[in-house]
């Protein structure tokens, strides 16, 4: 059974930093691309990130680029997201997906972990 | 690159049916779309893929009450015999070389 599990939310203030974790099984992780897609409170989705197996290529949505860093680790089954220079409006729950390649679709999701940004 | 416009809002009865529609943005009518199901408190989960030509491919456990279909740059979800639990939001999903866009979202309720 495909298992994506996140962690590493919380409360953090303006300008600090977060990372974000996904564990992730069932699967043969290094053969499959991932990405980060947050929700607002009450909002729509909104992708953020991608990276391919091999971690060769890697896409930033505008809204984070320069400010939050993608990257995974393939012998820990692991995805994660280096979000600095938080801003009120980072404000969301973070979920990883997965997705064969840039090419499909997303076809498995993470629960979700909560980010606050509030002083 | 591409834009996806969908309803905000959509209610049919319990046991009817209902059609969902996701447009594609100009210049790329052709492309395929997912669809995705967030029940309340819930998740995304993943529904379907739905391509220009009208095939779609579902995901695994997902029943036989939803299906796909195409009509120039709109991408359709069909819910029939409506359940409860099938209240939720629906997002589309497309992607391009180098992003994915999902669009508002539909949120459906069953009456």
């Known amino acids: 059974e495909v298992q994506l599990v996140e962690s590493g939310g919380g409360l953090v203030q303006p300008g600090g930093s977060l990372r974000l974790s996904c564990a992730a099984s069932?699967?043969?992780?290094?053969?499959?691309?991932m990405n980060w897609v947050r929700q607002a409170p009450g909002k729509g989705l909104e992708w953020l990130s991608y990276?391919?197996?091999?971690?060769?290529?890697?896409y930033y949505a505008d809204s984070v680029k320069g400010r939050f860093t993608i990257s995974r680790d393939n012998a820990k089954n692991s995805l994660y997201l280096q979000m600095n220079s938080l801003r009120d409006e980072d404000t969301a729950i973070y979920y990883c997906?997965?997705?064969?390649?840039?090419?499909?679709?997303?076809?498995?999701w993470g629960q979700g972990t909560l980010v606050t940004v509030s002083s | 690159q591409p834009v996806l416009t969908q309803s905000s809002s959509a209610s049919a009865s319990l046991g009817s049916s209902v059609k969902l529609t996701c447009t594609l943005s100009?210049?790329?009518?052709?492309?395929?779309i997912a669809w995705h199901q967030q029940q309340p408190g819930k998740a995304p989960r993943y529904l379907m893929k739905?391509?220009?030509?009208?095939?779609?491919n579902k995901g695994s456990g997902v029943p036989d009450r939803f299906s796909g279909s195409s009509s120039g740059a709109d991408r359709h979800l069909t819910i029939s015999n409506l359940q409860s639990e099938d209240e939720a939001d629906y997002y589309c999903?497309?992607?391009?070389?180098?992003?994915?866009?999902f669009g508002g979202g539909t949120k459906l309720t069953v009456l």
């Open positions: 739905v391509e220009g030509s009208g095939r779609y």
């Open positions: 997906a997965r997705a064969y390649g840039s090419g499909s679709p997303i076809d498995y």
């Open positions: 100009s210049g790329h009518s052709s492309y395929t």
């Open positions: 999903e497309t992607w391009d070389s180098n992003t994915r866009v």
């Open positions: 069932g699967f043969t992780f290094s053969t499959y691309s």
């Open positions: 990276i391919t197996g091999s971690s060769s290529i890697i």
